[in-house]
């Protein structure tokens, strides 16, 4: 069995969700060389998150924001972790419900995602800055 970690360095984005996809492909040259295998992206940060999901209709991904604006909203008169702005608990919040790892299967050198998926940062702060992945492989 082989086994590849890659650090990622992410650009800084506006508060939103985000396609990845090729920027992790783009960083993982090696992944060719895995016939089968799994891939693990994990973000190394408490407010934001990733996902998987459609990848072709970017409304989908207004959709998202929307629906996680709506449902964990800011300037909660309740929230006590406060002292880093009205978008930084609800980031917290957004980014425990949406997870910090997508598990990724690897057939033929390439990421086995259905058609329509791809890789989402969710960003949940409105200057959440530069973002790290540890981007872990394994397989044969």
């Given at each position: 069995?082989?086994?590849?970690?890659?650090?990622?360095?992410?650009?800084?984005?506006?508060?939103?969700?985000?396609?990845?996809?090729?920027?992790?492909?783009?960083?993982?040259?090696?992944?060719?060389?895995?016939?089968?295998?799994?891939?693990?992206?994990?973000?190394?940060?408490?407010?934001?998150?990733?996902?998987?999901?459609?990848?072709?209709?970017?409304?989908?991904?207004?959709?998202?924001?929307?629906?996680?604006?709506?449902?964990?909203?800011?300037?909660?008169?309740e929230?006590?972790?406060?002292?880093?702005?009205?978008?930084?608990?609800?980031?917290?919040l957004?980014?425990?419900?949406?997870?910090?790892?997508?598990?990724?299967?690897?057939?033929?050198?390439?990421?086995?995602?259905?058609?329509?998926?791809?890789v989402?940062?969710?960003?949940?702060?409105?200057?959440g800055?530069?973002?790290?992945?540890?981007?872990?492989?394994?397989?044969?």
């Amino acid at each position: 069995m082989k086994i590849l970690q890659q650090p990622i360095q992410l650009r800084q984005r506006r508060r939103g969700f985000h396609l990845i996809t090729n920027e992790i492909l783009q960083a993982l040259p090696e992944l060719g060389s895995f016939k089968t295998g799994m891939c693990q992206v994990f973000i190394q940060h408490t407010s934001a998150s990733l996902t998987i999901n459609e990848n072709a209709d970017p409304t989908v991904r207004a959709d998202f924001e929307m629906y996680f604006s709506k449902s964990v909203p800011e300037n909660d008169p309740e929230y006590q972790h406060d002292y880093e702005g009205s978008d930084d608990m609800p980031a917290h919040l957004k980014a425990s419900i949406l997870g910090s790892s997508v598990m990724i299967p690897i057939r033929n050198g390439r990421f086995a995602l259905g058609t329509w998926q791809g890789v989402y940062l969710c960003e949940h702060r409105d200057y959440g800055g530069t973002r790290n992945l540890m981007v872990t492989v394994w397989g044969e």
